[in-house]
Nanobody, 126 residues
Framework: VQLQASGGGLVQAGGSLRLSCAAS????????MGWFRQAPGKEREFVAA????????EYADSVKGRFTISRDNAKNTVYLQMNSLKPEDTAVYYC????????????????????WGQGTQVTVSS
C-alpha cells in the first residue's frame, strides 16, 4: 500500500488547512485510516482515525472540536480538515493505514499501523 499525503503548509494561528492522503495498492475500503503527528523532539502521537466504512471516527482530546477526519472510498482518499489551528499543532503529519480486521472498531495505536505515508509539514505561526 502506498500513501501519498499532501496539503500541509504555513498558516497563522486561527487559520485552517486540509490534509489529503491518497491510497493505492489495496482495496481502500478494507483499511481503517488515521492521522498521526510528530513535533520536533517529541514522540509520534495519534490525532484522528476513521473506520473503513467512514461510520466511526475518533480524535485526540487536543484536537476535538477543531479537526475533522473524513474519507471518500470512491476516491481512495482520507482527509483531515483542521480549523482553529494553534502553534502547538505544528508538526509533521503522517497518514496511516491499519489493515487488520476487528469485529469491534477501535482507533489504531502506533503498533497497529501497517502502512505509513511520507509525512507533510504543518506549521502554525503565532
Amino acid at each position: 500500500v502506498q500513501l501519498q499525503a499532501s496539503g500541509g503548509g504555513l498558516v497563522q494561528a486561527g487559520g485552517s488547512l486540509r490534509l489529503s492522503c491518497a491510497a493505492s495498492g489495496r482495496t481502500f475500503s478494507s483499511l481503517d485510516m488515521g492521522w498521526f503527528r510528530q513535533a520536533p523532539g517529541k514522540e509520534r502521537e495519534f490525532v484522528a482515525a476513521i473506520n473503513r466504512s467512514g461510520g466511526s471516527a475518533e480524535y485526540a482530546d487536543s484536537v476535538k472540536g477543531r479537526f475533522t477526519i473524513s474519507r471518500d472510498n470512491a476516491k481512495n482518499t482520507v482527509y483531515l480538515q483542521m480549523n482553529s489551528l494553534k502553534p502547538e499543532d505544528t508538526a509533521v503529519y503522517y497518514c496511516a493505514a491499519d489493515g487488520t480486521y476487528r469485529s469491534r472498531y477501535r482507533p489504531p495505536a502506533l503498533h497497529d499501523i501497517d502502512y505509513w505515508g511520507q509525512g507533510t509539514q504543518v506549521t502554525v505561526s503565532s
